[in-house]
């Protein structure tokens, strides 16, 4: 620490260790916004972010923050859908615009989007693809209520409708839903031209931070049979997060290819 420090308040140290331990501590959170707005440091800016709980104070961050990881971090905490269209609309960038339509599910709010003329083209452009997802994951998992598996004619008959890569695709962005999981083990073990693509996205299960998910993605997983999803599933291991979760989906695999993590 240096001497002009002796005269500063904790979160204004020259030292970025002093600030973050100033931000582990304390309970302000107008200091712990303004830090994840303004720090210099990505770890404190990171640390700040994940102890801030009001969507107002995150939405700040998000609109006015000086750096863009801090923004997008904070964007990922919000948990109102609403205060996510309203940031797309107040702000174009389009990495931020990206993180925010990520957390929206709201078919009304997609719609409001893609119809109001105040938000900008991109923006239109993307509600209406992703409205349009919202269609997809209606029709392949159904209500809420019903979760009865489908057939494999009625899922041949879903993706020869709007085509593997689209249906995966729309799946994907709700792998924090056991259905979606559930509706994406059911194209897996397919055979169609989706069933590696749905393979990978149920992976990036295994390490979610919902644990009922993550034995979701492993059910599904364990149940393939065709070496060319087990491949898959190889390839995968590249990923350091990704290794152990799969070996240990492997070893409850029953094909050739899995029985050496057995």
Request: net charge negative.
């Amino acid at each position: 620490m240096g001497l002009s420090d002796l005269f500063k308040p904790n979160h204004k140290a020259s030292d970025p260790e002093v600030r973050l331990r100033f931000v582990e501590r304390t309970s302000d959170q107008e200091r712990l916004a303004e830090m994840a707005a303004h720090d210099s440091s990505v770890r404190v800016r990171k640390a700040a972010i994940a102890r801030i709980d009001d969507d107002k104070l995150l939405e700040s961050v998000a609109l006015n923050g000086e750096y863009i990881d801090a923004r997008i971090a904070a964007v990922q905490r919000i948990e109102s859908q609403t205060t996510l269209a309203r940031i797309i609309k107040l702000r174009r960038n389009y990495d931020l615009m990206a993180a925010c339509f990520a957390r929206i599910t709201d078919k009304s709010i997609l719609d409001m989007i893609a119809n109001d003329k105040e938000y900008n083209l991109s923006a239109r452009r993307i509600a209406i693809e992703n409205y349009a997802d919202e269609a997809y994951l209606t029709e392949s998992i159904g209500s809420a209520a019903d979760h009865a598996e489908k057939s494999p004619e009625e899922v041949d008959a879903l993706v020869n409708k709007y085509g593997g890569d689209n249906l995966v695709r729309a799946l994907s962005r709700f792998r924090g839903s056991q259905s979606a999981i559930k509706a994406m083990g059911q194209i897996m073990r397919s055979g169609s031209g989706a069933s590696e693509q749905a393979a990978e996205q149920i992976a990036q299960g295994l390490v979610h931070a919902n644990h009922s998910i993550r034995e979701a993605a492993e059910r599904e997983l364990v149940t393939i049979s065709d070496g060319q999803l087990v491949a898959v599933l190889l390839r995968l291991m590249d990923n350091p997060e990704l290794e152990q979760p799969i070996k240990k989906v492997l070893a409850n695999i029953d094909h050739p290819d899995a029985r050496q993590f057995g």
